[in-house]
C-alpha cells in the first residue's frame, strides 16, 4: 500500500512562490509516477505535472506554464513542485498522486492520491 501527505501549501501575494512536498511511503512507492493535480471549487480537476519514477521524465499541464517545476528526490520518497509567480487562478487544493503505469497517471487515472493541501494566492 502507498500512502501520500503533501505539505507546504498556504497563502501567498500574488507574484509570490511556494513550494509543495509530497511524501510517499510503501514498498512500491519508488517505482511509482507520481503526478500533481489542482482542484477549486467549483472548477474540474486540472492536470498541472508529472515526473516518472526515475525522476529523469517529466510532463506539464498547461497551468504549469513554464512557472512550475516538479522535481524528486534521489531517494525517490519525496517529490517537489515548485510553483514561481503564483497568480490569484492558482488558488486550489493541490494534491499528489501515484501509479505504477505512466500513461494512466498523465491520464488523471492513479490508484494513490494524497489528502491535499491548500494553495491560496491574494490579489
Known amino acids: 500500500q502507498v500512502q501520500l501527505v503533501e505539505s507546504g501549501g498556504g497563502t501567498v501575494q500574488a507574484g509570490g512562490s511556494l513550494r509543495l512536498s509530497c511524501a510517499g511511503s510503501?514498498?512500491?512507492?519508488?517505482?511509482?509516477?507520481v503526478a500533481w493535480f489542482r482542484q477549486a471549487p467549483g472548477n474540474e480537476r486540472e492536470f498541472v505535472a508529472a515526473i516518472d519514477w526515475s525522476g529523469t521524465g517529466t510532463t506539464y499541464g498547461d497551468v504549469a506554464q513554464g512557472r512550475f517545476t516538479i522535481s524528486r528526490a534521489s531517494t525517490k520518497r519525496t517529490v517537489w513542485l515548485q510553483m514561481l509567480s503564483l497568480e490569484p487562478e492558482d488558488t486550489a487544493v493541490y494534491f499528489c498522486a501515484a501509479d505504477l503505469n505512466w500513461g494512466r497517471l498523465v491520464a488523471g487515472v492513479y490508484d494513490y492520491r494524497g489528502q491535499g493541501t491548500q494553495v491560496t494566492v491574494s490579489s
Open positions: 510503501g514498498s512500491t512507492f519508488s517505482d511509482c509516477s
